[in-house]
């Protein structure tokens, strides 16, 4: 039978290996990080192993530097010798290989050099195009030719060592303001001899490192080239650069993967892209360098998260190969998903950055472990905390599923509450064996969540939301809408376990005025009754959102915010896109200033012991969550001798994704 998705399951082979299909699993997560970090090791290997059994063509580890030297990278604390084709570093890298192909995908090998921009290691400086003194001090040497002729040899060994490890190919990252970027960008190089001023010669280095890896790999071998369409920088390497480039390297590669950016700025650059910004943002980029070249194939990566776009793509021309990153995490069976009919169920990334926060750009961001505390800034940027998805519970580091108990029986489950806890509570119980019972007092489930179907910023919020509510419905769980728990329900159903998803409500301190004020999450219901000009006081990642929110429906927002910086409990790439898209619809921010009343026509402040006024039509206020701590006790006592768990923000007021975790937990902890 012809798959829905056509362009996307039409087979293709390079050098004798062939993709089954058109998507290719692109790097996450450094490969060296099974050696610095040994508890993240069987999570790593288990990482590109669940996304090769998911169905992609080709996997690929994360990046890897070359060598420990001049070319050292962050967090690379185990050098290898690449020269050395046995012995343990061989065999656990060979894992990756081996993991991947047991399951009918190709497999590659990641690795890198980031040039003038690499990790400094004293005594070794990094080396680059153009020598200078970097802005954090550090010297960069200009590359002169023995030097070049030792990084390929590095290149050379570190392919040849990837060939030996039974990897079909390799994906060398020479993208994000690496080291061949560095020499291609007329940003970052600036030499006048045979490797500086033209195109050509600006290719050369380049290419002497791709003549290096093809001898490791060998002619059967795949070689995958990443790099990106533009700097994004002014004066920076254009699209118009990348397309020559292309031109210079046709048939060198097998593949040219186009991505975006500088590492470094990520969110600035358009290398990750954010909730804010559109789905499959490079394709035009990687279009413009199909149409030049004539033997390489290309590949597009950048916000992917549907079969839909990918088989647009894909039969428009623009790209031989979609390449999924943090897709990846949010469902690695994607592949499969979209081939057996059940695109529906495919839990498609809210580009959230949970599972890799990224750096901090934002000039309000920075130095961010002086503002937030190095203990803070620390649990955000722990290694532990990557890789987790807040919309695919059965993820991140240390969590093994197998070891949780199995069910000794069916038990009856009463949830309350049909927010997202609540929703994959049923999910997973249901998964489980267990019958739930899901009683939600509102008319309609989703809770919280439901303001999604108002924010033009949420659409892929609104979907996860939306796919909740159709897979609880689909479980064979029990979906009660205007319920209330009573005695006679709990006769009813005579629950062996009850789950408690209430959420939270919205705080109202003791504020003059508060009352006359509107609370901002009522805002997306009631829009007819909101002015033109608006003091939003509260500046936390809720009051961010509904400020972006009413600023794009035409509104002068002003936001307050008593802290020196917004939205402190979020963090790097989204505070970066959210605080970018703030200052690009003009809402005013005032930070370190306390409200001191609500007015009719304004809001009261104090900041640096002056006091001051600002007019609004409309004030509302965003001023946290609290738990449904009464209603809880309530339940509790309703409950009597039947076990009780919590979940989500009546527990502990947190984000989305710890409620979807917290429901999932509950209902595997059933036994």
Not at 286 to 310: D, M, Q, Y
Not at 455 to 463: A, C, E, I, P, S
Request: charge should be negative.
């Amino acid at each position: 039978m012809q798959p829905k998705y056509p362009h996307v399951f039409s087979p293709i082979t390079i050098r004798g290996k062939t993709y089954k299909n058109r998507l290719i699993a692109a790097p996450t997560m450094f490969a060296h990080s099974i050696f610095t970090i040994p508890p993240m090791k069987e999570n790593v290997y288990r990482m590109v192993e669940k996304r090769a059994r998911g169905g992609f063509a080709a996997v690929s580890t994360g990046e890897h530097p070359i060598n420990a030297e001049e070319g050292t990278a962050l967090f690379y604390e185990h050098p290898i010798d690449f020269t050395r084709t046995e012995g343990p570093d061989f065999e656990a890298i060979k894992e990756y290989a081996d993991r991947i192909k047991k399951h009918g995908a190709l497999c590659y090998f990641e690795f890198c050099h980031e040039g003038a921009q690499a990790e400094h290691n004293p005594p070794y400086s990094p080396w680059g195009p153009d020598g200078y003194v970097r802005e954090d001090g550090v010297e960069v040497k200009a590359l002169d030719l023995p030097m070049m002729e030792k990084i390929c040899k590095d290149f050379y060994n570190i392919s040849h060592y990837a060939k030996a490890c039974g990897f079909d190919g390799i994906l060398l990252h020479g993208g994000h303001g690496f080291i061949i970027q560095q020499f291609v960008s007329p940003w970052t190089n600036h030499r006048a001899d045979e490797f500086g001023g033209s195109m050509a010669n600006r290719a050369r280095f380049p290419k002497m490192i791709l003549d290096a890896c093809r001898r490791g790999i060998g002619e059967d071998g795949i070689i995958e080239f990443r790099f990106s369409a533009e700097d994004g920088v002014p004066g920076g390497m254009t699209i118009d650069d990348t397309v020559e480039f292309g031109k210079e390297i046709d048939g060198l590669v097998d593949i040219i993967h186009i991505s975006n950016g500088l590492k470094w700025a990520g969110n600035q650059t358009k290398t990750f892209s954010s909730f804010l910004e559109p789905h499959g943002l490079n394709v035009e980029y990687a279009a413009r360098v199909k149409a030049a070249v004539t033997k390489s194939k290309v590949a597009v990566i950048g916000g992917f998260n549907s079969p839909e776009l990918c088989e647009e793509v894909l039969a428009a021309g623009k790209a031989d190969f979609i390449e999924l990153g943090r897709q990846c995490f949010a469902d690695p069976d994607f592949p499969n998903k979209a081939l057996n009919g059940q695109e529906d169920q495919i839990r498609r990334c809210v580009r959230c950055f949970q599972c890799y926060p990224g750096f901090c750009e934002h000039p309000t961001d920075i130095p961010l472990f002086e503002k937030l505390g190095p203990e803070e800034a620390g649990k955000i940027y722990s290694p532990f905390a990557m890789g987790r998805c807040a919309i695919n519970p059965d993820s991140g580091f240390g969590w093994y599923p197998e070891t949780m108990p199995e069910p000794q029986g069916s038990r009856k489950v009463l949830i309350v509450g049909g927010g997202p806890g609540g929703l994959q509570c049923a999910i997973t119980c249901a998964q489980r064996g267990h019958k739930a019972v899901l009683v939600e007092k509102a008319g309609c489930l989703g809770g919280t969540m439901n303001f999604t179907d108002t924010d033009g910023d949420k659409v892929d919020l609104r979907n996860f939301k939306n796919l909740l509510i159709r897979e609880a419905g689909q479980c064979g769980a029990d979906l009660r809408l205007n319920t209330q728990v009573t005695r006679e329900l709990l006769d009813e159903v005579k629950p062996d376990v009850i789950i408690i998803a209430v959420g939270g409500y919205p705080a109202v301190p003791p504020i003059p005025g508060i009352d006359g004020a509107m609370d901002a999450l009522s805002v997306y219901q009631s829009m007819d009754k909101v002015g033109h000009k608006v003091v939003l006081v509260g500046g936390g990642l809720v009051g961010c959102e509904v400020g972006l929110h009413l600023a794009s429906s035409g509104r002068d927002v002003t936001v307050v915010e008593l802290q020196a910086m917004m939205a402190p409990e979020t963090f790097g790439y989204y505070r970066n896109a959210l605080l970018t898209a703030m200052d690009a619809r003009g809402i005013h921010q005032v930070l370190g200033a306390r409200c001191l009343g609500f007015e009719k026509d304004g809001v009261k402040l104090e900041k640096n012991g002056q006091e001051s006024f600002i007019p609004a039509d409309t004030c509302v206020f965003s001023m946290g969550m609290k738990p449904h701590t009464a209603v809880v006790e309530k339940l509790r006592a309703l409950a009597g001798d039947i076990p009780v768990k919590l979940v989500g923000d009546c527990l502990q007021v947190g984000k989305m994704g710890d409620a979807v975790r917290g429901g999932y937990m509950a209902a595997m902890e059933i036994v």
